[in-house]
């Protein structure tokens, strides 16, 4: 079975603290990669791909390791509307059904 | 929004009767999925769509069927609900499938199976 594993937090920070969030795969033949965001009760959103050189949107970093097999994610100057749970996802091979999420990772960014 | 409506929303029904939601998207999409996502076991994939009448099974399609007769509707049918179906479900919707590919998210359907 191929896992993508995340530490499921909660992670609970201050505002304006900076937070980093692993998410492991165990295949290498792993094509795609992306972050998704959850907020309490709703669809996950898109928030960013994560590419082989790493690739940053504002406060948002996300990194790829092949080597080691994993991705990051990393949130500079937490706001408290970042509280959610943070999923990551893996994509193997061309097929659609090869799309694996990890459980997900909550943060609770506190005033 | 990436236009997918889900029906019905919220729904509460009775061990062993039949039930079916409705995806419905408007962006003409070739890829349709159903997921659920429940406590500790995150997002599981039910089954998929690749076009019109083509579908297959994910990681957790026992006592689930899909049918899509048009590219704008994929429906989930469960013929005779357990409490163990109880759960969230998700549809989501991508243009090309394989890799580098985004997928989008309906609002979800929340079953309560009594």
């Known amino acids: 079975r191929k896992e993508v594993e995340q530490d499921p937090g909660p992670f609970n920070v201050p505002e304006g603290a900076t937070v980093a969030f692993n998410c492991t795969y165990s295949n290498s033949a792993s094509q795609s990669f992306f972050w998704y965001r959850q907020d309490c009760r709703k669809e996950p959103k898109l928030l960013m791909s994560?590419?082989?050189s790493g690739n940053e949107d504002g406060r948002f970093t996300a990194q790829l390791n092949r080597a080691s097999q994993y991705i990051s994610l990393l949130i500079r100057d937490s706001k408290l509307s970042d509280s959610a749970t943070y999923l990551c996802?893996?994509?193997?091979?061309?097929?659609?059904?090869?799309?694996?999420f990890g459980k997900g990772t909550k943060l609770s960014v506190k005033p | 929004d990436a236009g997918i409506t889900q029906s019905p929303r919220h729904k509460v029904t009775e061990t062993g009767t039949p039930v079916t939601l409705r995806c419905h998207q408007t962006e003409n999409h070739r890829y349709m999925y159903w997921y659920r996502q429940d406590p500790g076991h995150g997002l599981r994939l039910i089954h998929y769509?690749?076009?019109?009448?083509?579908?297959d099974k994910g990681e957790v399609s026992d006592g689930y069927s899909v049918s899509r007769s048009k590219t704008e509707d994929f429906l989930l049918t469960l013929e005779s609900a357990t409490s163990s179906q109880t759960s969230v479900y998700f549809c989501?919707?991508?243009?090309?499938?394989?890799?580098?590919?985004?997928?989008?998210f309906g609002e979800g359907s929340w079953l309560t199976v009594v």
């Open positions: 996802v893996v994509i193997y091979g061309g097929s659609q059904g090869n799309l694996i």
């Open positions: 769509s690749y076009g019109v009448k083509d579908t």
């Open positions: 994560v590419y082989s």
């Open positions: 989501a919707i991508s243009e090309t499938g394989g890799s580098g590919n985004t997928i989008y």
